[in-house]
């Protein structure tokens, strides 16, 4: 087969302080992860949607569509991304994945085309946003002084370049065994990479960034999930 998404969705949503992972969480009568799949299960170029689970969570994927593959991820995302690039490229032996993390619901049809139209004839791209905000380096771990007035606020080491900052977005495409080889490498190397193409630009790939919409942005923390049920009705709409 030729294009596969994988959905990772193995998470624990710990930024998201709800009982249940943020992916079951439901808006307009759906979980934020069926609303991923059905968009991918819809588009005419995607042969296969795989859906990563947490262990735990294996019975709430039994409720998806029955077109879906579940399998189960493992305690970092790229683990979970792996387990799915894996089983694309054994048992579904299809050529590209497309990964999209099961927390950003407002991906839609015309993202998903934009995408394959460009990444298919290159190495792989990711859809990114321009940054809109001037962007503040620091090297200490953002801590910022808040009820404690003797904290030590963080300092800007620099003002980064803003022309050329992107925000990663998903989906992210790449060729299975490529993306494959490459977290197999930075998992064992213990790289830190909290995105495939980190992994891909470790191995020396050039990525193509494909602008994204703020839509697509990912639901982390508590506020996200109203603005999420914003987007979503406009896209029914
Ligand atoms: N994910 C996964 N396996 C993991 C960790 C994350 O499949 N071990 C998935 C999440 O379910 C989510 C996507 O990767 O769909 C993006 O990750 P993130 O937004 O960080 O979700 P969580 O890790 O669940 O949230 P947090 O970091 O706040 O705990
Ligand atoms: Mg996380």
Not at 1 to 19: E, F, L
Request: charge should be negative; proline fraction near 4%; include cysteine.
């Amino acid at each position: 087969s030729r294009y596969t998404a994988i959905i990772p969705a193995a998470g624990i949503g710990r930024r998201m302080q709800s009982d249940i992972p943020k992916q079951y969480l439901t808006i307009a009568g759906k979980t934020l992860l069926e609303h991923c799949v059905n968009v991918f299960l819809c588009h005419p170029l995607i042969d296969h949607v795989v859906v990563v689970v947490h262990p735990n969570d294996a019975e709430a994927a039994r409720l998806l569509s029955k077109d879906v593959h579940v399998i189960t991820g493992g305690a970092q995302r790229a683990d979970s991304v792996l387990a799915g690039v894996q089983y694309a490229q054994e048992t579904l032996r299809s050529e590209w994945v497309l990964v999209h993390d099961a927390a950003r619901p407002g991906i839609n049809m015309a993202l998903i085309d934009n995408l394959i139209a460009t990444v298919k004839g290159t190495e792989g791209g990711i859809l990114a946003l321009p940054a809109v905000d001037t962007v503040k380096g620091a090297s200490r771990k953002t801590q910022c002084a808040t009820d404690d007035s003797d904290a030590v606020p963080t300092t800007i080491d620099k003002t980064l370049n803003r022309e050329t900052i992107w925000l990663a977005q998903t989906p992210q495409m790449f060729k299975t065994a490529a993306l494959q080889q490459a977290l197999e490498y930075a998992l064992s190397k213990k790289l830190q990479i909290t995105d495939e193409a980190s992994a891909m630009e470790l191995m020396g790939v050039e990525v193509c960034l494909v602008e994204g919409t703020a839509e697509n942005f990912k639901v982390t923390k508590p506020a996200d999930l109203a603005l999420a049920g914003f987007y979503i009705s406009q896209k029914n709409n």
